[in-house]
């Protein structure tokens, strides 16, 4: 077992890469020389994401708040209604008994 040890840690050992490795790749695929990315390229695209996220979230917020207004006030327009009826109906029927018992007072004068 410890053959087998062995013979795996050196196959598996770590072997540095030939000198120029980098360059001879990026020749091949047609590539130029690596450019580094600058640390202000990736910070500012990083907090143009968030701000991005940021308002779009925010959006989302008023958006919902404002469905939730909307609703609200439907609610209340159909209670007003529904009270307008209810009062309607009786006013007509307290008019309709006034009038009958002016027709009954009419009638005995």
């Given at each position: 077992?410890?053959?087998?040890?062995?013979?795996?840690?050196?196959?598996?050992?770590?072997?540095?890469?030939?000198?120029?490795?980098?360059?001879?790749?990026?020749?091949?695929?047609?590539?130029?020389?690596?450019?580094?990315?600058?640390?202000?390229?990736?910070?500012?695209?990083?907090?143009?994401?968030?701000?991005?996220?940021?308002?779009?979230?925010?959006?989302?917020?008023?958006?919902?708040?404002?469905?939730?207004?909307?609703?609200?006030?439907?609610?209340?327009?159909?209670?007003?209604?529904?009270?307008?009826?209810?009062?309607?109906?009786?006013?007509?029927?307290?008019q309709a008994q006034i009038v009958r018992l002016d027709g009954t007072r009419g009638e005995s004068?």
């Amino acid at each position: 077992m410890d053959d087998l040890e062995q013979s795996l840690r050196a196959a598996l050992a770590r072997v540095p890469a030939p000198a120029g490795l980098a360059e001879r790749i990026l020749a091949l695929i047609g590539a130029g020389p690596m450019r580094k990315t600058r640390w202000w390229r990736t910070t500012a695209l990083r907090w143009a994401l968030a701000a991005a996220l940021l308002a779009a979230m925010a959006a989302g917020g008023v958006i919902a708040y404002q469905r939730q207004q909307r609703a609200r006030g439907e609610r209340a327009r159909r209670q007003v209604m529904l009270a307008l009826r209810i009062t309607g109906a009786r006013l007509h029927a307290v008019q309709a008994q006034i009038v009958r018992l002016d027709g009954t007072r009419g009638e005995s004068r």
